[in-house]
C-alpha cells in the first residue's frame, strides 16, 4: 500500500461541521488527495446537502455536536436517504462517549479532535478502499 502521503482517491465527500477550522482542514486536507469536498456548517445544511448530491456523495463525515441537529439525527436522516453510504464521526469526546449511541448503526469509523491530517486520510482511505 502506498504511504498515505501518496495516496489519491476520487469522488465526493461530504463534510458537517459548526467549527470552520476544522472544516478548513478537512477541506484542504481532503482535496489535495484529489477527493471533492461540500461542506455543510451544520447538520441540516449536511442533510440538504446530502439529499442534494446523494447519488455522487462516497463518504460523509459528521461532527458529532452541532447546533441545528446533532450528528446522530444528521446520521439517522442520511442514513435514511441512502442506507449504504459510508459515514465517520469526528469528535472531540473520547469514541466510547461520542459513538456509543452509534454501536448498532452501522458507524464506518471515528476519528478524536484535535487530529493531524495524516490521521484523517488514513481513516477516508480504509473506507473508500474498503480495509
Given at each position: 500500500?502506498a504511504?498515505?502521503?501518496?495516496?489519491?482517491?476520487?469522488?465526493?465527500?461530504?463534510?458537517?461541521?459548526?467549527?470552520?477550522g476544522?472544516?478548513?482542514?478537512?477541506?484542504?486536507?481532503?482535496?489535495?488527495?484529489?477527493?471533492?469536498?461540500?461542506?455543510?456548517?451544520?447538520?441540516?445544511?449536511?442533510?440538504?446537502?446530502?439529499?442534494?448530491?446523494?447519488?455522487?456523495?462516497?463518504?460523509?463525515?459528521?461532527?458529532?455536536?452541532?447546533?441545528?441537529i446533532?450528528?446522530?439525527?444528521?446520521f439517522?436522516?442520511?442514513?435514511?436517504?441512502?442506507?449504504?453510504?459510508?459515514?465517520?464521526?469526528?469528535?472531540?469526546?473520547?469514541?466510547?462517549?461520542?459513538?456509543?449511541?452509534?454501536?448498532?448503526?452501522?458507524?464506518?469509523?471515528?476519528?478524536?479532535?484535535?487530529?493531524?491530517?495524516?490521521?484523517?486520510?488514513?481513516?477516508?482511505?480504509?473506507?473508500?478502499?474498503?480495509?
Open positions: 500500500m504511504p498515505i502521503e501518496d495516496w489519491r482517491g476520487s469522488g465526493t465527500v461530504l463534510v458537517g461541521d459548526d467549527d470552520e476544522v472544516r478548513k482542514l478537512l477541506d484542504a486536507t481532503l482535496c489535495r488527495a484529489g477527493l471533492t469536498v461540500l461542506l455543510a456548517r451544520g447538520g441540516r445544511e449536511g442533510v440538504d446537502l446530502f439529499r442534494r448530491y446523494s447519488d455522487d456523495i462516497r463518504v460523509v463525515v459528521l461532527d458529532r455536536t452541532m447546533p441545528d446533532g450528528g446522530e439525527d444528521a439517522d436522516e442520511i442514513r435514511r436517504i441512502r442506507p449504504d453510504v459510508r459515514i465517520m464521526l469526528i469528535s472531540g469526546y473520547s469514541e466510547e462517549r461520542a459513538a456509543w449511541h452509534f454501536i448498532d448503526k452501522g458507524l464506518d469509523a471515528f476519528l478524536h479532535k484535535p487530529f493531524e491530517p495524516r490521521a484523517l486520510l488514513e481513516r477516508i482511505r480504509r473506507i473508500i478502499d474498503g480495509g
